[in-house]
């Protein structure tokens, strides 16, 4: 269920989605279509992101993507019109590392604070929306997510001290100093365009994330919010993931009746779309099931307003 929330203090902050990469973790499924395309159940994989910036407040987002897959994404995606969204797009020529999207969509977040996402990235959970909400308040400096895992060795990984404040971020630890990782998603001011300009490339050759990141530690403008037991986080970039993942959305929808990453019901929640923008959505779906999910949201919200 997505809570109803209101849209957060800082207005203008702009989401970028980063949907590039080669998938190798899903080849040969990647060989044809991108991994954030590919569906986690009910609906593509990007639209579980999409909808976590949506739910921060974002209506301006730019979507990048490889040469090869960014025109599936504008034919899936659109400008976001009739989501109260306006979408753009951008290609990555070569993955260069995640800190790669602030180079590449640096016009796009010039003078404005920003969030990116990972779009594999699946989040869903009670507290979520005022942990999202929080982040995006805060107008200076950087904000991490972090999460508890049993497998913390796998991911960059939080050095916190006894007043869990950050000391590093350490990637792929032999042994790890705590258990929180860090997941794909990221809130940065207005400086992020210039300060990832002057990075880099690492070892691998890629402008890594947890350097920029580190910049924002360095000078003391860099915050955690703990994601808690109430919440999923799922990095859905292996089959074994996205099996459990679609497992995941489908028992919950099931069980609930209700959708997650309905990408209408999110902006019509938001306020982004109205009532009667909602039920002309609904019109234009092809799929009976979410033509008839929007359609319910409508008539219970006319019932309510009666």
Not at 98 to 106: D, E, K, S, T
Not at 127 to 145: D, E, I, R
Not at 207 to 235: C, F, K, P, Q
């Amino acid at each position: 269920m997505v809570e109803p929330v209101h849209s957060p203090p800082v207005a203008s902050r702009r989401g970028i989605l980063l949907a590039g990469g080669a998938g190798t973790r899903l080849d040969p499924m990647t060989r044809v279509i991108s991994k954030q395309l590919l569906p986690i159940f009910d609906k593509p994989m990007v639209h579980y992101s999409l909808s976590v910036l949506m739910m921060a407040g974002v209506r301006e987002v730019l979507v990048i993507s490889t040469p090869r897959d960014l025109a599936a994404f504008q034919y899936l995606l659109g400008t976001g019109e009739e989501l109260g969204l306006q979408i753009s797009y951008q290609v990555q020529e070569r993955p260069e590392g995640i800190a790669q999207a602030f180079v590449l969509g640096r016009e796009f977040v010039e003078g404005h604070p920003s969030v990116l996402i990972l779009g594999d990235n699946l989040f869903f959970g009670q507290g979520l929306s005022a942990s999202l909400l929080n982040a995006a308040g805060q107008a200076q400096g950087a904000t991490v997510f972090a999460y508890r895992v049993a497998d913390p060795e796998r991911y960059g990984v939080l050095d916190l001290d006894d007043n869990g404040a950050i000391v590093d971020i350490i990637e792929k630890p032999s042994e790890p100093p705590s258990p929180f990782a860090v997941t794909g998603l990221y809130f940065f001011d207005e400086k992020v365009g210039e300060m990832a300009s002057r990075l880099e490339p690492s070892a691998r050759g890629e402008l890594e994330i947890t350097d920029l990141n580190r910049m924002y530690l360095a000078s003391g403008a860099l915050e955690v919010e703990h994601l808690g037991r109430g919440v999923t986080w799922m990095d859905t970039g292996t089959p074994e993931a996205l099996l459990d993942a679609a497992n995941f959305i489908h028992s919950i929808q099931e069980r609930q009746g209700l959708q997650i990453g309905c990408l209408g019901e999110i902006a019509w929640r938001q306020g982004f779309i109205d009532t009667d923008q909602l039920i002309a959505l609904s019109e234009e779906q092809p799929n009976a099931a979410t033509a008839e999910y929007l359609q319910r949201l409508a008539r219970s919200e006319v019932q309510c307003a009666s």
